[in-house]
């Protein structure tokens, strides 16, 4: 019994510790805007936020008068062998409907907290903003756990590809080290 109890304890740490130690590092971060007569990309970097963490710094200015109520959203994640592979989804979502029910996609529900704690575009369409930025994000524990979950080590490249109005106006590359 004793025994057992102790070999559950160290069960316990070791899987423990290798779900802390496993982790999922951004390495680096290019933005690309389509069409810089709707959007003009002011600042896209990794910046340090605390020690061995960095996180995501996105700026964008829009150059449509209009509010924006009409926004594709479009996800894939490369995984590298050689070169970069799709690896997962590569799907188109209504954002502004996303925005309304967003736990009904899990693949992108994932990262959603992340992403509203860092974003002034957190609220559901119209978007009047001038500006839309993102500070300083990191992925949750949450977002963490759930992409840990089923991606295996290796580098990796998520790319979001944003719409407004049928046209693809904005592409962002996130590349990263899952070790
Ligand atoms: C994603 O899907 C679209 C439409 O089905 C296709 O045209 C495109 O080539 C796919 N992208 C990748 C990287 O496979
Ligand atoms: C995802 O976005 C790209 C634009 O970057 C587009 O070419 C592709 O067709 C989209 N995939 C789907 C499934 O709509
Ligand atoms: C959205 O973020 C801003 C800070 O950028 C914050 O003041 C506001 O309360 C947030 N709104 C929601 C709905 O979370």
């Keep these: 019994m004793k025994f057992l109890a102790i070999t559950n304890v160290f069960l316990t740490i070791i899987l423990f510790s290798s779900t802390l130690g496993a982790h999922f590092r951004f390495t680096n971060f290019k933005c ?8 003009v990309v002011k600042e896209c970097i990794l910046k340090m936020v605390r020690r061995s963490v960095v996180g995501i710094n996105f700026h964008i200015a829009i150059k449509y008068s209009q509010p924006i109520n009409k926004i594709e959203f479009n996800l894939s994640i490369f995984r590298k062998s050689n070169m970069y592979r ?17 736990e009904q996609y899990p693949i992108f529900y994932m990262f959603h907290d992340s992403l509203m704690a860092a974003t002034n575009a957190n609220h559901s369409c119209p978007y009047t903003e001038k500006d839309i930025y993102v500070k300083k994000m990191t992925f949750n524990d949450k977002t963490l756990k759930d992409l840990l979950s089923f991606l ?8 979001v590809s944003v719409g407004a109005f049928g046209v693809w106006r904005l592409q962002v590359n996130l590349f990263g080290v899952r070790d």
Excluded: Q
């Design 86 to 102: 799709l690896f997962l989804v590569n799907h188109t979502i209504d954002f502004c409907y996303y925005m309304r029910r967003p």
């Design 32 to 39: 690309i805007s389509l069409d810089p007569e709707f959007a």
């Design 152 to 159: 295996p080590v290796g580098e990796y490249k998520l790319v």
